[in-house]
Nanobody, 125 residues
Framework: QMQLVESGGGLVQAGGSLRLSCEASGILLGGYAVGWFRQDPGKEREFVAATNWSGRNTNYADSVKGRFTISRGNAGNTVCLQMDSLRPEDPAVYYC??????????????????WGQGTQVTVSS
């Protein structure tokens, strides 16, 4: 079965940290860009971060720069999103997505071919 599965979401106090993981099965992450997006109910899905597979090139939304870090996980087919200094405006369902290529790290949804089901992040103030 081809799927991306996110984990690591939960409830955290403002200022706290969470580490999200995206594990792929049946889908190859190696050699492709991987991104994270988020969506709050009633709002459009928004780009959070993306990395090429080597990690040499990354792209972050301005709202998370300096607080979130995208990286490859220790396991071969995983990508993580370290979220520090979480703010009350960060809660959403967070989705990982695999790119159609290894080059395009821009925020457009159309650059990504496979999507996970999401993991909920809640921040209490």
């Amino acid at each position: 079965q081809m799927q991306l599965v996110e984990s690591g979401g939960g409830l955290v106090q403002a200022g706290g940290s969470l580490r999200l993981s995206c594990e792929a099965s049946g889908i190859l992450l190696g050699g492709y860009a991987v991104g994270w997006f988020r969506q709050d109910p009633g709002k459009e899905r928004e780009f959070v971060a993306a990395t090429n597979w080597s990690g040499r090139n990354t792209n972050y939304a301005d709202s998370v720069k300096g607080r979130f870090t995208i990286s490859r996980g220790n396991a071969g087919n995983t990508v993580c999103l370290q979220m520090d200094s979480l703010r009350p405006e960060d809660p959403a369902v967070y989705y990982c997505a695999r790119g159609k290529s290894n080059r395009d790290l821009s925020a457009a949804d159309g650059n990504f071919a496979y999507w996970g089901q999401g993991t909920q992040v809640t921040v209490s103030s």
